[in-house]
């Protein structure tokens, strides 16, 4: 694992129970949401953070009741538009900590083009997509991450749109902090969000999150417990790609593909790609989300983290730049500068440079 950037905040007396909203939780019984909740309020007093620092944004979706249930400050905003808003409060204040809560309908549909230039800026905020393949809250209609041929309220003869991989999106958004956990493995899911909290830059974290009521066992084929040691390859930095109970299989680097082979010889293992989340390039990050089963196992873990100037801090950089060379200014300063007209009564126009 690369050195975190981003340090551990002095530890606080608070414990998860101080960041329990006094609101019922209204989610369905079963849901997976419920998961995400605990782990991300049971991770929030080790990151030391004073609650008063702390910011959830949402938009519309089951996920976007989140900022209710934590006992810090939130804002429900519109459909699609909390990174845009979360960029807003990031620039103007660069002390906070920012979550932006998302789910696949609200974040890659009506969302998709703002959480698209909030990762590709690396803003400073942590996105978390759930993912259930499904509106859940306008109960059952494909979303964008619905699998070709789902049959749904929306598409009764089957979806003919090809779904979005979230993880893929965001790679290619080059956003500097990717990973995808599940919410039915809570250790798992609760590394993954503290390590997101930790980076400075923009985080995306996918959950894979069952809708137990309009697409139940999304994910059932690869993550239900008997099944996943075959079928899912947990990413860990600096080591093989190997998956399997006896880690007797794995993944080597076939150009321009990656290709899964059998781990049985000394000579088999030193064929294995070893997992670099550091590399610059999104390449074969971007790769290893495209892995899907059967063909292959699917990819969780963190696919990418790697360390750039971040927007915000690039933005204040050049406003300090320019108070220093210009001086601080004022509004009125800037009405009256540059060029300017009057409309005379009769109609005619003047026109002065300044």
């Not at 958004?173 to 930790?198: C, D, S, W, Y």
Request: hydrophobic residues 35%; contains cysteine.
């Amino acid at each position: 694992m690369p050195e975190l950037q981003r340090t551990i905040q002095t530890p606080s007396e608070l414990t998860k129970k101080d960041f329990v909203s006094d609101q019922e939780v209204r989610w369905c019984p079963g849901c997976g949401d419920y998961s995400i909740l605990a782990q991300m309020q049971k991770i929030m007093p080790e990151l030391g953070f004073p609650r008063e620092k702390i910011v959830f944004f949402s938009g519309i979706g089951c996920s976007s009741r989140f900022p209710y249930y934590m006992n810090t400050y939130g804002f429900h905003t519109i459909h699609g538009r909390a990174p845009a808003v979360a960029t807003g409060l990031r620039c103007a204040r660069p002390d906070l900590q920012i979550w932006v809560i998302t789910g696949d309908g609200d974040g890659l549909s009506i969302g998709g083009n703002h959480l698209l230039h909030a990762l590709r800026r690396n803003m400073d905020i942590n996105v978390i997509l759930f993912n259930n393949r499904i509106y859940g809250l306008t109960k059952g209609q494909a979303s964008p991450t619905s699998e070709l041929g789902k049959i749904t309220k929306s598409s009764p003869q089957g979806t003919i749109e090809h779904p979005i991989d979230p993880v893929s999106f965001a790679l290619s958004a080059e956003a500097t902090f990717v990973a995808r956990t599940l919410a039915g493995e809570p250790k798992h899911l609760a590394e993954i969000l503290k390590r997101a909290a930790l980076h400075p830059g923009s985080s995306f974290v996918e959950v894979l999150q069952n809708c137990n009521i309009f697409n139940d066992g999304a994910f059932r084929h690869f993550a239900d417990k008997d099944v996943r040691d075959d079928r899912m390859l947990y990413l860990e930095h600096g080591r093989p790609l190997v998956f399997g109970k006896q880690k007797n299989r794995g993944l080597m680097l076939d150009c321009p593909t990656l290709k899964e082979i059998a781990v049985n010889t000394d000579e088999d293992r030193e064929k294995l790609l070893v997992h670099d989340e550091t590399l610059d390039d999104p390449g074969l990050a971007y790769s290893l989300s495209r892995l899907t089963y059967p063909d292959y196992p699917v990819s969780v873990g963190v696919f990418r983290y790697v360390i750039k100037p971040t927007y915000s801090g690039m933005l204040n950089e050049q406003i300090d730049n320019a108070i220093a060379q210009k001086g601080r200014g004022t509004l009125e300063d800037l009405f009256n500068s540059g060029h300017r007209w009057t409309i005379n009564r009769d109609g005619t126009e003047s026109r002065e440079h300044r």
